[in-house]
Antibody
Framework: EVQLLESGGGLVQPGESLRLSCGASGFTFSSHAMSWVRQAPGEGLEWVSGISGSGDSTYYADSVKGRFTISRDNPKNTLYLQMNSLRAEDAAIYHC????????????????WGQGTLVTVSS | DVVMTQSPLSLPVTLGQPASISCRSSQSLVYSDGNTYLNWFQQRPGQSPRRLIYQVSKRDSGVPERFSGSGSGTDFTLKISRVEAEDVGVYYCMQGTHWPPTFGQGTKLEIK
């Protein structure tokens, strides 16, 4: 059974940084691209960032480009999201998600999601 | 970005009755390989999203047969043949044909 467990969320002030982690199990981690998708309170879903199975290719939404960095450690089956210069509009539940293929770009598909970790940005 | 427009946004349904959710895209979702990368997700209250349907009409493992997807080009539909209490939640369509991937606003299904 695929399991994705996020951690690292919390309350930060605008301009501060946070690092999210996602531990994966139940599948061959390096064979699948991974993504972060966020959901602001009471809002819909927004794809944030993706990384190929090998970690060689990364992609970002325009809203986070230059501030967020996605990475992965395949031997540790762990996905990361380094979030810098956080803004109020970054506040959301951040889900990690398993993609259908090793390549991170399109065509794009999400097979499974974690429960998410809550990021709150407030002064 | 491709805009995904769902309707209705709120869907009250009587138990045992059918339900239908529409999803329209601002561009055709046919990819260069001939496939159409349109997915449907269910998010039950307090839970993470779960994929129900991929490539328009392929049901994921473990998804009840009462869920079906159809459509082509820019116009897609998720149908539930007979709504059960466990179907309450928000349903999202998502396109994976064009970059970046984008989601519909969500349709909240509730029991009347």
């Amino acid at each position: 059974e695929v399991q994705l467990l996020e951690s690292g969320g919390g309350l930060v002030q605008p301009g501060e940084s946070l690092r999210l982690s996602c531990g994966a199990s139940g599948f061959t981690f390096s064979s699948h691209a991974m993504s972060w998708v966020r959901q602001a309170p009471g809002e819909g879903l927004e794809w944030v960032s993706g990384i190929s199975g090998s970690g060689d290719s990364t992609y970002y939404a325009d809203s986070v480009k230059g501030r967020f960095t996605i990475s992965r450690d395949n031997p540790k089956n762990t996905l990361y999201l380094q979030m810098n210069s956080l803004r109020a509009e970054d506040a959301a539940i951040y889900h990690c998600a398993k993609q259908s293929r090793a390549a991170a770009g399109n065509p794009f598909g999400l097979q499974a999601w974690g429960q998410g970790t809550l990021v709150t940005v407030s002064s | 970005d491709v805009v995904m427009t769902q309707s209705p946004l709120s869907l009250p349904v009587t138990l045992g009755q059918p339900a239908s959710i529409s999803c329209r895209s601002s561009q055709s979702l046919v990819y260069s390989d001939g496939n159409t990368y349109l997915n449907w997700f269910q998010q039950r209250p307090g839970q993470s999203p779960r994929r129900l349907i991929y490539q328009v009409s392929k049901r994921d493992s473990g998804v009840p047969e009462r869920f079906s997807g159809s459509g082509s080009g820019t116009d897609f539909t998720l149908k539930i043949s007979r709504v059960e209490a466990e179907d309450v939640g928000v349903y999202y369509c998502m396109q994976g044909t064009h970059w970046p991937p984008t989601f519909g606003q969500g349709t909240k299904l509730e029991i009347k």
